[in-house]
């Protein structure tokens, strides 16, 4: 059964750092992605990393402060320079053949993780 673990949330002031991790155990995922979701917000595609290519993308807010990699089934986002606005709920998706489509619509994964908070303060 497929799963995805997320861990390494916490709380810091502006301009530091987290990094999350994300494990994907039951299968291989060729796409993993972070999503984060505010209150009363959107859920927002951040970053995605594809297997096969290696390829990355970011979501405009992130570019140059946030760095996606994986390592095996396990995809990290490490989080530098955090601003209040940083501040969200963060998931771990993914797709094992996909997505079809744009990488940051979450309709595109049918696999996520359970969330892990990040909490940015002035």
């Known amino acids: 059964q497929a799963q995805l673990q997320e861990s390494g949330g916490g709380s810091v002031q502006a301009g530091g750092s987290l990094r999350l991790s994300c494990a994907a155990s039951?299968?291989?995922?060729?796409?993993m992605v972070w999503f984060r979701q505010a209150p009363v917000q959107e859920r927002e595609g951040v970053a995605a990393?594809?297997?096969?290519?290696?390829s990355t993308y970011y979501a405009d807010s992130v570019k140059g402060r946030f760095t996606i990699s994986r390592e095996g089934d396990t995809v990290y986002l490490a989080m530098n320079n955090l601003r209040p606005e940083d501040t969200a709920m963060y998931y771990c998706?993914?797709?094992?053949?996909?997505?079809?489509?744009?990488?940051?619509?979450?309709?595109?994964?049918?696999?996520w993780g359970q969330g892990t908070q990040v909490t940015v303060s002035d």
């Open positions: 998706a993914a797709s094992e053949y996909g997505p079809f489509g744009q990488w940051n619509l979450p309709m595109m994964y049918d696999d």
């Open positions: 039951g299968y291989s995922p060729h796409c």
């Open positions: 990393i594809f297997a096969r290519s290696g």
